[in-house]
T-cell receptor
């Protein structure tokens, strides 16, 4: 069983829709991450939250808007996405930035943009 | 900037045999961590094994072991007694937790197929 839970597992949306991806962990981790992954490619880092504050934004388009309501939850709000945004979106958590511990990943949300 | 290279896009192995996946990296730093992650078709990225650069002893986790050559900047993964469930994408990753916010730098991946 994964310790990082992502919902929904699949999402199909039109380019004008607004939707949100959710991620939850109960391991007491203080760093949380969003990645985008295309088929047979490595994950690409999008955002990092450390102690509920945005720490890294890898120049992601503003149609992706992250939110960290508390230390256990991480959301990714989606609006006006493009077909090239279709991908697997992975959430991960770790004990904290600057702490030499591995990241734990969720199962991902498979996103398709029509 | 750090880079991670996996030179084998695809590999196959017969069940019960041994296979080695290669990974090289480039860094000027001395303290860092290396990981192998496995991603089966079920999608979840699973940590297979980790190695601290300051440790000379190679890490081992059951059937998985690494050959860490710090001077050569090489970090290969050996899978012994391969099982059908080992079929997956394998990603090598580099991290310096004290720099760049602890970002994981991934290689391009190796797709491993275990054949019955």
């Amino acid at each position: 069983d994964t310790e990082v839970t992502q919902t929904p597992k699949h999402l199909v949306m039109g380019m004008t829709n607004k939707k949100s991806l959710k991620c939850e962990q109960h391991m007491g981790h203080r760093a949380m991450y969003w990645y985008k992954q295309k088929a047979k490619k490595p994950p690409e880092l999008m955002f990092v939250y450390s102690y509920e504050k945005l720490s890294i934004n890898e120049s992601v388009p503003s149609r992706f808007s992250p939110e960290c309501p508390n230390s256990s939850l991480l959301n990714l709000h989606l609006h006006a996405l493009q077909p090239e945004d279709s991908a697997l979106y992975l959430c991960a958590s770790s004990q904290g930035q600057g702490i030499p511990q591995p990241q734990h990943f969720g199962d991902g949300t498979r996103l398709s943009i029509l | 900037a750090q880079t991670v290279t996996q030179s084998q896009p695809e590999m196959s192995v017969q069940e019960a045999e041994t296979v080695t996946l290669s990974c090289t990296y480039d860094t000027s730093e001395n303290n860092y961590y290396l990981f192998w992650y496995k991603q089966p078709p079920s999608r979840q990225m699973i940590l297979v094994i980790r190695q601290e650069a300051y440790k000379q002893q190679n890490a081992t986790e059951n059937r998985f072991s690494v050959n860490f050559q710090k001077a050569a900047k090489s970090f290969s993964l050996k899978i012994s007694d391969s099982q059908l469930g080992d079929t997956a994408m394998y990603f090598c990753a580099f991290m310096n937790p004290y720099n760049q916010g602890g970002k994981l730098i991934f290689g391009q991946g190796t797709e491993l197929s275990v054949k019955p």
